[in-house]
């Protein structure tokens, strides 16, 4: 039977309709507008587009956008100089540093320079460090997303068999500490990894975090299971520049209980959860009540 289609732009949606409501209660309540600054150093195409996309949603969802467009040759000291000013500015309540940052830049001392309560993204060591430990924490963006969506599918996670191909900071391991949080019993495969296929046939829940386009076939998914594809890969195709996942999707929904498309999956997802991680530092900086089930 063909899988069940997760469909995350629809979610995406929902959360930012979510979103939206509470931040009008937060005005209306209490005049307080969450506020979202972005910085992007260089002119890197990808990078501009998806700051571009968040500054239009933030602005959509009733926030205040703040981009910092820096050039190229701006160097670490100013750009410390600026997280600084930001970190101190009451009006902004989440920070983004778009990355990757230029080779002149360390990124991790960038990331580390944000002040822990307005790290959206959940990159400072802070934050890794809390989610590591089942702390309240700031979450990064698409594990949160791809976690949201499994819920929401799945309801409870508890004892199932979860395997996360990637290790990345940013996806895999995140991925993994939340997925351990719902108490799934997690495998994290890599690229050295052993019979990879094999392993991925145990999982009940597979998430591709890989940055290989269509690696996952359909014969490495266990029939039934929940397949999430953080990929997003760009592959020219019968003459056309298309956008691929991390998992082969015509033979993966053949087998898969449930699959998530690229695109159209985690990434509309990572958008929004960047925007309800805002709303959630803007709760936690002024004491009030968080919003329900936007945060893990
Ligand atoms: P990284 O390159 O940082 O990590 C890739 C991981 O995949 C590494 O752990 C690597 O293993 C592993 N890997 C590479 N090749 C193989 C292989 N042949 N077999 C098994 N494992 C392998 O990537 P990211 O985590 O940053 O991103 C992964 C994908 O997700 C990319 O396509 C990216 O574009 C996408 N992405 C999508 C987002 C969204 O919003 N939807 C957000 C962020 C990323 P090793 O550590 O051993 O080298």
Not at 73 to 90: G, V
Not at 118 to 136: A, M
């Amino acid at each position: 039977m063909a899988a069940t289609i997760i469909d995350g732009k629809a979610f995406a949606a929902k959360v930012r309709a979510q979103v939206a409501e509470h931040v009008q209660r937060l005005k209306d309540e209490h005049g307080l507008v969450p506020g979202l600054a972005v910085v992007l150093v260089g002119e890197d195409p990808a990078s501009q587009v998806y700051v571009r996309s968040k500054g239009k949603q933030t602005v959509e969802v009733g926030m205040n956008s703040y981009e910092h467009k820096l050039d190229v040759a701006t160097t670490e000291a100013a750009l410390l100089s600026l997280i600084q000013q930001l970190n101190a500015d009451p009006k902004v309540h989440g920070i983004l540093v778009q990355l990757p940052l230029p080779p002149h830049m360390n990124s991790d001392l960038v990331i580390n320079a944000i002040d822990p309560a307005k790290d959206v993204d959940g990159f400072h060591i802070s934050n890794v460090g809390l989610l590591g430990t089942g702390q309240k924490s700031m979450v990064p963006c698409t594990p949160l997303g791809s976690l949201m969506m499994l819920r929401d599918h799945l309801g409870s996670l508890s004892g199932l068999n979860a395997v996360i191909v990637g290790r990345s900071n940013i996806v895999g391991k995140p991925m993994a500490q939340l997925l351990l949080g719902d108490s799934c019993t997690v495998t994290i495969a890599h690229s050295r990894t052993k019979d990879l296929a094999e392993v991925c046939r145990r999982a009940d829940i597979l998430v591709a975090a890989v940055g290989r386009p269509e690696m996952i076939q359909g014969d490495w998914v266990k029939p039934g299971a929940t397949v999430i594809d953080v990929g997003i890969n760009r592959i020219a195709r019968d003459g056309k520049n298309t956008l691929v996942g991390d998992v082969d999707f015509a033979s993966a929904s053949a087998v898969a209980g449930a699959i998530t498309p690229v695109p159209g999956g985690v990434g509309p997802m990572t958008i929004a959860c960047l925007l309800a991680n805002t709303l959630t530092a803007t709760c936690r900086a002024h004491g009030l009540a968080e919003p329900q089930g936007l945060t893990a």
